[in-house]
Protein backbone atom coordinates (compact mmCIF):
# COMPACT_ATOMS: atom_id res chain seq x y z
CA UNK A 1 0.00 0.00 0.00
CA UNK A 2 2.59 2.49 1.24
CA UNK A 3 4.35 2.27 -2.29
CA UNK A 4 1.44 2.77 -3.97
CA UNK A 5 0.96 5.77 -2.14
CA UNK A 6 4.33 7.36 -2.95
CA UNK A 7 3.62 6.37 -6.86
CA UNK A 8 0.37 8.07 -6.62
CA UNK A 9 1.98 11.58 -5.39
CA UNK A 10 4.41 11.07 -8.57
CA UNK A 11 1.99 10.41 -11.19
CA UNK A 12 -0.01 13.50 -9.81
CA UNK A 13 3.21 15.55 -10.48
CA UNK A 14 3.07 14.66 -14.24
CA UNK A 15 -0.34 16.60 -14.48
CA UNK A 16 1.24 19.85 -14.41
CA UNK A 17 -0.42 22.12 -17.08
CA UNK A 18 2.30 24.03 -19.16
CA UNK A 19 2.30 26.96 -20.32
CA UNK A 20 4.27 26.68 -23.70
CA UNK A 21 4.41 30.75 -24.51
CA UNK A 22 6.91 31.11 -21.49
CA UNK A 23 9.09 28.44 -22.66
CA UNK A 24 12.13 29.75 -24.66
CA UNK A 25 14.13 28.12 -27.56
CA UNK A 26 12.47 24.52 -28.15
CA UNK A 27 8.95 24.98 -26.88
CA UNK A 28 7.85 23.41 -29.83
CA UNK A 29 10.29 20.38 -29.32
CA UNK A 30 8.93 19.75 -26.12
CA UNK A 31 5.57 20.29 -26.84
CA UNK A 32 5.96 17.27 -29.17
CA UNK A 33 7.43 15.57 -26.97
CA UNK A 34 4.99 16.00 -24.23
CA UNK A 35 2.30 14.38 -27.04
CA UNK A 36 4.51 11.68 -26.87
CA UNK A 37 4.67 11.06 -23.30
CA UNK A 38 0.95 11.22 -22.99
CA UNK A 39 0.81 8.45 -25.75
CA UNK A 40 3.28 6.11 -23.80
CA UNK A 41 6.12 6.64 -26.22
CA UNK A 42 8.54 6.64 -23.37
CA UNK A 43 11.43 5.00 -25.39
CA UNK A 44 10.61 7.69 -28.16
CA UNK A 45 10.99 10.56 -25.99
CA UNK A 46 14.44 9.12 -24.30
CA UNK A 47 15.84 8.85 -27.48
CA UNK A 48 14.85 12.25 -28.47
CA UNK A 49 16.51 13.70 -24.88
CA UNK A 50 20.14 12.32 -25.28
CA UNK A 51 22.96 14.75 -23.99
CA UNK A 52 22.75 16.43 -28.11
CA UNK A 53 18.92 16.54 -27.64
CA UNK A 54 18.69 18.54 -24.43
CA UNK A 55 21.68 21.00 -25.70
CA UNK A 56 19.33 22.18 -28.00
CA UNK A 57 16.71 23.38 -25.28
CA UNK A 58 17.00 26.59 -23.15
CA UNK A 59 15.40 27.36 -20.65
CA UNK A 60 12.21 26.44 -19.27
CA UNK A 61 12.18 24.57 -22.56
CA UNK A 62 15.41 22.78 -20.65
CA UNK A 63 13.65 22.63 -17.44
CA UNK A 64 10.78 20.51 -19.15
CA UNK A 65 13.40 18.65 -20.58
CA UNK A 66 14.74 17.23 -17.94
CA UNK A 67 11.41 16.48 -16.18
CA UNK A 68 9.77 14.23 -19.13
CA UNK A 69 13.50 12.90 -19.28
CA UNK A 70 13.19 11.60 -15.66
CA UNK A 71 9.29 10.85 -16.27
CA UNK A 72 10.19 8.67 -19.17
CA UNK A 73 13.10 6.43 -17.82
CA UNK A 74 10.66 6.00 -14.76
CA UNK A 75 7.63 4.81 -16.52
CA UNK A 76 10.24 2.74 -18.99
CA UNK A 77 11.50 0.83 -16.06
CA UNK A 78 14.81 2.11 -14.83
CA UNK A 79 14.44 4.23 -11.90
CA UNK A 80 18.32 4.14 -11.55
CA UNK A 81 18.46 6.43 -14.77
CA UNK A 82 15.64 8.82 -13.70
CA UNK A 83 16.76 9.06 -10.66
CA UNK A 84 20.61 10.27 -12.40
CA UNK A 85 18.63 12.37 -14.84
CA UNK A 86 16.38 14.09 -11.81
CA UNK A 87 19.80 15.32 -9.99
CA UNK A 88 21.22 16.88 -12.50
CA UNK A 89 17.74 18.54 -12.96
CA UNK A 90 18.19 19.87 -9.20
CA UNK A 91 21.81 20.80 -9.67
CA UNK A 92 20.75 22.98 -12.94
CA UNK A 93 17.14 24.53 -11.22
CA UNK A 94 17.96 24.02 -7.30
CA UNK A 95 14.22 25.84 -6.65
CA UNK A 96 12.25 23.87 -9.40
CA UNK A 97 9.37 22.70 -6.86
CA UNK A 98 8.62 20.02 -10.38
CA UNK A 99 12.42 18.81 -10.30
CA UNK A 100 12.46 18.83 -6.19
CA UNK A 101 9.30 16.59 -5.97
CA UNK A 102 9.88 14.20 -8.71
CA UNK A 103 13.53 13.26 -7.17
CA UNK A 104 11.78 13.42 -3.29
CA UNK A 105 9.49 10.92 -4.68
CA UNK A 106 11.63 8.66 -6.51
CA UNK A 107 13.96 8.29 -3.26
CA UNK A 108 10.55 7.76 -1.22
CA UNK A 109 9.35 5.27 -3.71
CA UNK A 110 12.76 3.28 -3.41
CA UNK A 111 12.71 3.68 0.31
CA UNK A 112 15.21 6.34 0.88
CA UNK A 113 13.50 8.05 2.90
CA UNK A 114 16.96 9.65 4.37
CA UNK A 115 17.59 11.29 1.37
CA UNK A 116 13.91 11.62 0.37
CA UNK A 117 12.93 14.16 3.47
CA UNK A 118 15.28 16.81 3.18
CA UNK A 119 14.44 17.17 -0.03
CA UNK A 120 10.91 17.38 0.92
CA UNK A 121 11.99 19.78 3.42
CA UNK A 122 13.50 22.16 0.71
CA UNK A 123 10.81 22.10 -1.43
CA UNK A 124 8.80 23.88 1.63
CA UNK A 125 11.26 26.46 1.78
CA UNK A 126 10.48 27.33 -1.49
CA UNK A 127 7.34 27.46 -0.89
CA UNK A 128 5.95 26.56 2.63
CA UNK A 129 2.29 25.26 1.20
CA UNK A 130 3.26 22.87 -1.35
CA UNK A 131 0.84 19.84 -0.65
CA UNK A 132 3.36 17.53 -1.76
CA UNK A 133 6.33 18.73 0.02
CA UNK A 134 3.65 18.18 3.33
CA UNK A 135 2.44 14.89 1.71
CA UNK A 136 5.59 13.68 1.41
CA UNK A 137 6.79 14.38 5.20
CA UNK A 138 3.46 12.77 6.48
CA UNK A 139 4.30 9.77 4.86
CA UNK A 140 7.50 9.90 6.51
CA UNK A 141 6.84 10.61 9.73
CA UNK A 142 4.30 8.32 10.22
CA UNK A 143 5.94 5.80 9.17
CA UNK A 144 8.58 6.88 11.82
CA UNK A 145 6.10 7.01 14.19
CA UNK A 146 6.03 10.95 14.82
CA UNK A 147 2.33 10.84 15.14
CA UNK A 148 1.80 14.32 15.53
CA UNK A 149 3.75 16.09 13.27
CA UNK A 150 2.28 13.60 10.53
CA UNK A 151 -1.01 14.62 11.21
CA UNK A 152 0.35 17.86 10.59
CA UNK A 153 1.56 17.94 7.73
CA UNK A 154 -1.79 15.58 6.53
CA UNK A 155 -4.08 18.58 7.46
CA UNK A 156 -1.71 21.43 5.47
CA UNK A 157 -1.76 19.16 2.04
CA UNK A 158 -5.95 18.79 2.33
CA UNK A 159 -6.23 21.96 2.66
CA UNK A 160 -5.10 22.32 -0.86
CA UNK A 161 -6.37 18.43 -1.87
CA UNK A 162 -9.66 18.70 0.13
CA UNK A 163 -11.13 16.10 -2.42
CA UNK A 164 -8.61 13.42 -2.75
CA UNK A 165 -9.99 10.50 -0.72
CA UNK A 166 -6.68 8.27 -0.35
CA UNK A 167 -5.05 11.27 1.60
CA UNK A 168 -8.04 11.46 3.78
CA UNK A 169 -7.47 7.38 4.45
CA UNK A 170 -3.69 8.24 5.57
CA UNK A 171 -4.87 10.78 7.46
CA UNK A 172 -7.20 8.71 9.03
CA UNK A 173 -4.86 5.62 9.59
CA UNK A 174 -2.28 8.25 11.32
CA UNK A 175 -4.95 9.46 13.82
CA UNK A 176 -6.07 6.23 14.41
CA UNK A 177 -1.85 4.92 15.40
CA UNK A 178 -2.42 8.05 17.31
CA UNK A 179 -5.29 7.33 19.44
CA UNK A 180 -7.26 10.08 18.23
CA UNK A 181 -10.63 7.69 17.37
CA UNK A 182 -13.16 10.18 17.24
CA UNK A 183 -11.31 12.55 14.16
CA UNK A 184 -9.99 9.20 12.52
CA UNK A 185 -13.45 8.34 12.07
CA UNK A 186 -14.24 11.86 10.67
CA UNK A 187 -11.31 11.37 8.24
CA UNK A 188 -12.33 8.00 7.04
CA UNK A 189 -15.67 8.92 6.35
CA UNK A 190 -14.73 11.24 4.64
CA UNK A 191 -13.03 9.36 2.27
CA UNK A 192 -15.33 6.97 1.81
CA UNK A 193 -17.55 10.01 0.96
CA UNK A 194 -15.16 10.73 -2.25
CA UNK A 195 -13.49 7.66 -3.04
CA UNK A 196 -15.19 4.72 -1.83
CA UNK A 197 -12.72 1.57 -1.08
CA UNK A 198 -12.72 -1.64 0.29
CA UNK A 199 -9.70 -0.84 2.20
CA UNK A 200 -10.86 2.12 4.19
CA UNK A 201 -14.24 0.04 4.69
CA UNK A 202 -11.86 -1.83 6.87
CA UNK A 203 -9.91 1.25 8.27
CA UNK A 204 -13.98 2.31 9.45
CA UNK A 205 -14.53 -1.21 11.32
CA UNK A 206 -11.05 -0.78 12.96
CA UNK A 207 -11.83 2.61 14.48
CA UNK A 208 -15.33 1.76 15.27
CA UNK A 209 -14.17 -1.45 17.45
CA UNK A 210 -11.29 0.64 18.98
CA UNK A 211 -14.34 3.22 20.18
CA UNK A 212 -16.15 -0.12 21.51
CA UNK A 213 -18.86 0.34 19.01
CA UNK A 214 -18.34 -3.33 18.36
CA UNK A 215 -21.71 -3.93 16.87
CA UNK A 216 -21.57 -1.43 14.40
CA UNK A 217 -17.68 -2.19 13.65
CA UNK A 218 -19.22 -6.00 12.87
CA UNK A 219 -21.58 -4.35 10.86
CA UNK A 220 -19.70 -2.55 8.51
CA UNK A 221 -17.61 -5.74 8.03
CA UNK A 222 -20.38 -7.78 7.18
CA UNK A 223 -20.33 -7.82 3.60
CA UNK A 224 -16.58 -8.82 3.67
CA UNK A 225 -16.96 -11.70 5.98
CA UNK A 226 -19.82 -12.92 3.64
CA UNK A 227 -17.56 -12.57 0.80
CA UNK A 228 -15.24 -15.33 2.52
CA UNK A 229 -11.67 -12.06 2.81
CA UNK A 230 -9.90 -13.48 4.95
CA UNK A 231 -8.57 -10.68 6.89
CA UNK A 232 -12.62 -9.51 7.50
CA UNK A 233 -13.32 -13.34 8.64
CA UNK A 234 -10.25 -12.99 11.47
CA UNK A 235 -11.66 -9.94 12.56
CA UNK A 236 -15.23 -11.25 12.80
CA UNK A 237 -14.17 -14.22 14.92
CA UNK A 238 -12.06 -12.37 17.51
CA UNK A 239 -14.29 -9.76 17.89
CA UNK A 240 -17.45 -11.60 17.95
CA UNK A 241 -15.77 -13.72 20.41
CA UNK A 242 -15.25 -10.96 22.59
CA UNK A 243 -18.46 -9.44 22.23
CA UNK A 244 -19.95 -13.44 23.62
CA UNK A 245 -20.91 -14.13 20.30
CA UNK A 246 -19.74 -17.77 20.46
CA UNK A 247 -21.78 -19.77 18.23
CA UNK A 248 -20.83 -17.28 15.67
CA UNK A 249 -16.76 -17.20 16.54
CA UNK A 250 -17.04 -20.75 16.43
CA UNK A 251 -18.35 -20.64 13.12
CA UNK A 252 -15.85 -18.40 11.76
CA UNK A 253 -13.22 -19.57 13.23
CA UNK A 254 -14.01 -23.11 11.73
CA UNK A 255 -14.39 -21.25 8.44
CA UNK A 256 -10.49 -19.94 8.66
CA UNK A 257 -9.38 -23.65 9.55
CA UNK A 258 -11.04 -24.95 6.40
CA UNK A 259 -9.43 -22.84 4.61
CA UNK A 260 -5.96 -23.40 6.59
CA UNK A 261 -5.67 -26.47 9.34
CA UNK A 262 -2.60 -24.06 10.88
CA UNK A 263 -4.35 -20.37 11.11
CA UNK A 264 -2.87 -18.95 14.29
CA UNK A 265 -5.71 -16.88 15.17
CA UNK A 266 -8.60 -18.84 14.06
CA UNK A 267 -6.78 -21.98 16.63
CA UNK A 268 -6.45 -19.28 19.18
CA UNK A 269 -10.42 -18.00 19.13
CA UNK A 270 -11.34 -21.64 19.37
CA UNK A 271 -9.03 -22.57 22.20
CA UNK A 272 -10.48 -19.71 23.59
CA UNK A 273 -13.59 -20.94 23.45
CA UNK A 274 -12.73 -23.81 24.44
CA UNK A 275 -11.07 -22.90 27.77
CA UNK A 276 -14.84 -21.37 28.39
CA UNK A 277 -16.44 -24.27 28.06
CA UNK A 278 -14.25 -26.23 29.66
CA UNK A 279 -12.46 -28.05 27.10
CA UNK A 280 -8.73 -27.52 28.80
CA UNK A 281 -7.17 -30.65 26.62
CA UNK A 282 -8.69 -29.31 23.73
CA UNK A 283 -7.86 -25.84 23.86
CA UNK A 284 -3.96 -26.78 24.74
CA UNK A 285 -3.80 -28.35 21.85
CA UNK A 286 -5.07 -25.51 19.73
CA UNK A 287 -2.49 -23.15 21.87
CA UNK A 288 0.62 -25.00 20.99
CA UNK A 289 0.02 -25.09 17.40
CA UNK A 290 -0.49 -21.85 17.28
CA UNK A 291 2.17 -21.13 18.97
CA UNK A 292 4.85 -23.55 16.75
CA UNK A 293 3.68 -20.53 14.38
CA UNK A 294 5.93 -17.78 14.76
CA UNK A 295 7.33 -17.23 11.63
CA UNK A 296 3.50 -16.85 10.37
CA UNK A 297 2.43 -14.68 12.98
CA UNK A 298 4.94 -13.73 15.56
CA UNK A 299 2.39 -11.56 18.14
CA UNK A 300 -0.96 -14.54 18.00
CA UNK A 301 2.20 -16.95 18.85
CA UNK A 302 3.69 -15.53 21.72
CA UNK A 303 -0.15 -14.80 23.23
CA UNK A 304 -0.52 -18.36 22.15
CA UNK A 305 2.41 -19.80 24.14
CA UNK A 306 1.64 -17.23 27.25
CA UNK A 307 -1.63 -18.64 27.52
CA UNK A 308 -0.90 -22.18 27.01
CA UNK A 309 1.68 -22.03 30.14
CA UNK A 310 -0.77 -19.76 32.17
CA UNK A 311 -3.63 -22.57 31.94
CA UNK A 312 -0.81 -25.68 32.38
CA UNK A 313 0.31 -23.85 35.53
CA UNK A 314 -3.40 -24.11 36.54
CA UNK A 315 -3.42 -27.80 36.87
Given at each position: MRSA????VGALLLAAAPAWGLWGLGAETVKALQAQFDAGRY????????PAGLQKLHGQSLRRGYLLLGASYDKAGHPDKALSVYQVGVRLFPRDQDILS??????????????AQPLYEKLLQVNPDNPYGHWGLAQIDGT?????????HYEKTLQDLPERGDIWQE????????????????????????TPSDAATMDLALI???????????????????????????????????AGHDEEAQAAAGALLRRNPA???????RARLALKAGRRVQALQDLDLAAARGEESPFTAKVCAALASLVQGRR
Open positions: RIACEAVIAQLDRLAVLLHKSGLEEQLGFLDRSADYAEVLYEARDYRTAELAVQRALALLRAMNRLDEALATLGPFCRAGRTEAVRACALWRMEDPLARYV
